[in-house]
């Protein structure tokens, strides 16, 4: 993978960022560049199965820009939970909530999301503590939580527009598009539909497995 700036810049970068915002002691510095290797390479993986051109250089490399919002808020996910692995909960917590106040997204670490997944513009995004299956993909004021404790198991290549929600006792099958606006609540959803509305009252339209995928934004889905 090519970071669009030095390895030397990037940690810098980080380290700033979290002592201007919190404080970076010695050992949690020495925490944070231990943990850096780890989460640059599930960055790799996860951005090397992405078509979007802006995870790619002009040779067809994978691609990490540290001021690409969305990449870096994948990043500081990635960092979070490598350095909560460790033990340092207390130094987590403070990329979690960077990632928070810098980009908009609440998404802890303790929050299981796939090897692959994407992200559009994810701010004002609050994912809870759901079974997400593979290519996950979400946008803009998006919701996932719980109902009465019950939260949602969602199956592999759920997308979910602007301003979506998925909440409770649900079951999402795969191949599944949750459109801008609406709120499924504790009710399953098939695979290959998509689904408009709002819950008890929602529409659900079947299409084929393909039309999905050839809107996909992962390489894996292009070859199929």
Same mark, same amino acid.
């Given at each position: ?52 051109? #802006? /995870?790619?250089?002009?040779?067809? %490399?994978? =691609?990490?820009?540290? !001021?690409?919002?969305?990449?870096? @808020? *994948? &990043? ?19 990329? #979690? /909530?960077?990632?928070?106040?810098? %980009?908009? =997204?609440?998404?802890? !670490?303790?929050?299981?999301?796939? @090897? *692959? &997944? ?32 019950? !939260? ?73």
């Amino acid at each position: 993978m090519h970071i669009s700036i030095s390895e030397k810049t990037l940690k810098s970068l980080i380290c700033k960022q979290v002592d201007n915002f919190f404080t970076l002691e010695n050992d949690e510095r020495k925490s944070l560049l231990q943990s850096l290797p780890k989460a640059l390479a599930r960055c790799d993986e996860n951005f090397s199965q992405n078509t979007n051109k #802006y /995870y790619s250089d002009v040779k067809g %490399n994978t =691609l990490f820009n540290p !001021y690409h919002s969305v990449q870096y @808020t *994948i &990043f500081l996910y990635f960092l979070s939970s490598e350095v909560a692995s460790t033990g340092n909960t207390e130094l987590a917590d403070k990329l #979690y /909530y960077l990632n928070r106040a810098m %980009n908009g =997204l609440d998404l802890y !670490y303790k929050i299981e999301l796939p @090897t *692959i &997944f994407f992200s559009d513009h994810p701010l004002a995004s609050v994912l809870g503590r759901a079974k997400y299956g593979c290519y996950f993909c979400f946008q803009q004021g998006c919701t996932v939580g719980n109902n009465h404790g019950q !939260y949602p198991i969602i199956g592999d290549y759920v997308r979910m527009f602007a301003n979506s929600s998925i909440i409770g006792e649900c079951r999402i099958g795969n191949n599944v598009f949750i459109a801008s606006g609406s709120m499924v609540k504790d009710i399953d959803v098939p695979s290959n539909t998509i689904v408009f509305g709002q819950s008890p009252q929602l529409t659900f339209k079947q299409m084929p497995e393909e039309y999905f995928l050839k809107s996909s934004p992962f390489k894996i889905h292009s070859k199929s």
